[in-house]
């Protein structure tokens, strides 16, 4: 099983608009990223996002790009403060490769969370880690990263 980790694309700022949308940067900065992923064989059955708006339209890019048969949704647990924890609870069993687009701090969180301590747990702004677990969630490896360009 593969885990996506997605960090949202470059957000406008609240004085310009108060929910937060990708800027044209942005939105162009993801297409590429998820043209990546897709070219990578990124491929996921399961595509969740925040709920909020600036997630959504990157999981949005990461959904047409990489599989539009994909389930897609709003997920609870993907809030920025939320705790890493609930997260890695609800992947431990899970069968199918799941697409994450979230935001800072918590993916950080998830990502130092489920490489364990030892592992440096940067994350790229703007970017993709994908993880793989071989043991239904007990461990899990770094396969690649890629960063906005």
Do not use: Y
């Amino acid at each position: 099983m593969r885990v996506f980790l997605v960090h949202h694309g470059e957000a406008v700022g609240p004085e310009i608009d108060i929910r937060r949308p990708l800027s044209e940067r942005g939105r162009e900065a993801v297409e590429r990223l998820a043209a990546e992923a897709a070219a990578r064989g990124v491929r996921p059955a399961v595509v969740w996002h925040s709920g909020k708006l600036r997630a959504k339209q990157t999981a949005e890019a990461f959904w047409r790009a990489c599989n539009a048969l994909a389930e897609f949704s709003a997920s609870r647990d993907l809030q920025p403060d939320d705790s890493p924890q609930w997260m890695r609870d609800r992947l431990r069993f899970e069968p199918r490769d799941i697409l994450i687009a979230g935001h800072f701090p918590h993916l950080p969180g998830l990502l130092a969370l489920l490489l364990g301590p030892q592992v440096d747990g940067t994350f790229p702004r703007h970017g993709l880690v994908v993880l793989r677990t071989d043991d239904e969630g007990d461990t899990w490896s770094e396969e690649w990263r890629s960063a906005e360009r």
